[in-house]
Every structure is written in structure tokens, then in C-alpha cells.
């Protein structure tokens, strides 16, 4: 399994933006692709996008569509998730994860799981 380490949460004012980073530990990230989830307090894990092994092709939950942008940089192992238009509701632990096959948007679809960054939108 690959190892996962997201960066990048923290506070943020309503309307701000943020950009977390992905990073892997094997080289082999550039044959994988990657997904976003994110899990609020007392609510299940959310899929936010998927991004496929060289970044040409993208997927996203249609309520991320417009304000989330999923990118990688396969020459650094890394994969991005740029929040714009940031809301109070999107306060959650965000995790990256290798997708393993399936359904895009089901957690059970990816194997290898980072520990998550919180990210906290004030109002």
C-alpha cells in the first residue's frame, strides 16, 4: 500500500480558499488514481472528486462541481485539492486515497488512506 500524507488544512474565513496536498510514498503514484474524500464530525465520509493516473481526467460530486479542483503532479508524488468559495459546511477532516477499482464515489473503492487534515471554515 501506499503511503499517503495530506497538508495543507487549517482556518479559514467563509469565502477564502484553501489548497491541500497529497503527498505519496512510492513512485508508483504516477499509475494510481487518487480521490478526495471528506468526513464531518458525527457524518459519513464524502466523496468529493477522483483524479485519474496522469490528470487528464477528472470526477466530481455534482455539489463540489464549480468550487473544488482536483490536480497532480506526478514529478512530486503529489496530488492537490483547491477549495474556493469556502463555507462554514465544509469543515471536515479531508483525506486523499489510492483508488483500488469500483464505484468512484464509495470509500470502500480505495485501499490506501491518508490520517486526513482538518480544515475549519469560519462564518
Known amino acids: 500500500h501506499v503511503q499517503l500524507v495530506e497538508s495543507g488544512g487549517g482556518l479559514v474565513q467563509a469565502g477564502g480558499s484553501l489548497t491541500l496536498s497529497c503527498s505519496a510514498s512510492e513512485e508508483t503514484f504516477g499509475n494510481l488514481a487518487m480521490g478526495w474524500f471528506r468526513q464531518a464530525p458525527g457524518k459519513e465520509r464524502e466523496f468529493i472528486g477522483r483524479?485519474?493516473?496522469?490528470?487528464?481526467?477528472?470526477n466530481y460530486a455534482e455539489p463540489m462541481k464549480g468550487r473544488f479542483t482536483i490536480s497532480r503532479d506526478n514529478a512530486k508524488n503529489t496530488v492537490y485539492l483547491q477549495m474556493t468559495s469556502l463555507k462554514p459546511e465544509d469543515t471536515a477532516v479531508y483525506f486523499c486515497?489510492?483508488?483500488?477499482?469500483?464505484?468512484?464515489?464509495?470509500?470502500?473503492?480505495?485501499?490506501?488512506w491518508g490520517q486526513g487534515t482538518q480544515v475549519t471554515v469560519s462564518s
Open positions: 483524479i485519474n493516473y496522469n490528470g487528464e481526467m477528472t
Open positions: 486515497a489510492s483508488w483500488l477499482g469500483g464505484y468512484l464515489d464509495r470509500p470502500t473503492s480505495y485501499d490506501s
